[in-house]
Each structure stands twice: as structure tokens, then as C-alpha cells.
């Protein structure tokens, strides 16, 4: 089961450890909103954040190669994260 902290909350905080390549380090965010259209968290020389959680961390904890999901493209995960939470 697939709980809300999982994709608002995920361990974007690096303190001691982290891995960049699993999108996870040892701390969770309290940024909690999701931007679905985002799939890169830093930008591309990592020396600034976005300020909602982008796809990457929010999915590919789990979504990824080696993850405990199924491995899904960023344009997959988009289609399913805009609008999550509404009835299609
Ligand atoms: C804590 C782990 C975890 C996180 C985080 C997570 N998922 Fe999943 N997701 C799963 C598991 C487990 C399944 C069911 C088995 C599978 O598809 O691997 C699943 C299934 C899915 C499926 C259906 C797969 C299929 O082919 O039928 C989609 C689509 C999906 N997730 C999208 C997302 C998106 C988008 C996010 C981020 C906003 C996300 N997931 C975050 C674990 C996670
Ligand atoms: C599989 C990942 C996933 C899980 C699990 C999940 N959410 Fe979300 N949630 C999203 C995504 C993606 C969005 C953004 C949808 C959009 O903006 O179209 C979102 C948006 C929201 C919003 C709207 C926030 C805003 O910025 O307006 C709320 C509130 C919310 N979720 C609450 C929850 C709660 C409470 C739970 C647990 C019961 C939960 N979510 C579980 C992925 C998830």
C-alpha cells in the first residue's frame, strides 16, 4: 500500500546519507506539494531546488530500476500524476 508520505513526503533531505541514483537520502520534505509537470527536482547544475516535490522523488523511489515498481517513463508518470487525486 502506497501511503500519502510516500509520494508528498519523500526523502529529498540529504543529512548523512543519501543516493542520488535511488532519488532517496535520509530525510523526509515538508515542501508536501506535488508539481506534476515537473520530473527533475535541481536544477541542472544542482545548485538550486524547485519548491514543490517533482516526479522523480515523489515516484521514482519506488519507479525505478532496482525500486520495489514498476520502472515507468517521466511522460507515464506525468500522465497518471496530473490530476491524481480526481475521478477520471
Ligand atoms: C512507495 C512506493 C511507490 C511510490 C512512491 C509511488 N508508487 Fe506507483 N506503484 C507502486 C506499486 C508497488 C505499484 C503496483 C505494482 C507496480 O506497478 O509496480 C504502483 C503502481 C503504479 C501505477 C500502475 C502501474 C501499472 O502499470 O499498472 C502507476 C501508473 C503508478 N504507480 C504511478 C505512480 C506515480 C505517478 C507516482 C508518483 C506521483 C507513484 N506511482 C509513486 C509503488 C509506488
Ligand atoms: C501515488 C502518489 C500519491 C499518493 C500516495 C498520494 N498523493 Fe496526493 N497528490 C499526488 C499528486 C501527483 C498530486 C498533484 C496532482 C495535480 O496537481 O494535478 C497530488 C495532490 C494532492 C493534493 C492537492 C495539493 C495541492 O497542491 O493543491 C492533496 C490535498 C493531496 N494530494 C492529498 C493526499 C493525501 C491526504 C494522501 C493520502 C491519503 C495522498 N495525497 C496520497 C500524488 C499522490
Request: proline share 3%; aromatic share 8%; with cysteine.
Amino acid at each position: 500500500m502506497v501511503d500519502c508520505i510516500d509520494c508528498h513526503m519523500p526523502r529529498i533531505t540529504k543529512s548523512a546519507w543519501g543516493d542520488a541514483d535511488a532519488y532517496t537520502g535520509d530525510i523526509r520534505t515538508h515542501l508536501w506539494a506535488i508539481d506534476p509537470y515537473a520530473t527533475s527536482q535541481f536544477s541542472e547544475d544542482g545548485t538550486t531546488a524547485i519548491s514543490q516535490v517533482s516526479l522523480d522523488f515523489a515516484c521514482k523511489s519506488c519507479h525505478r530500476t532496482g525500486g520495489s515498481a514498476s520502472v515507468k517513463t517521466d511522460e507515464q508518470l506525468k500522465d497518471t500524476a496530473i490530476g491524481y487525486h480526481s475521478t477520471p
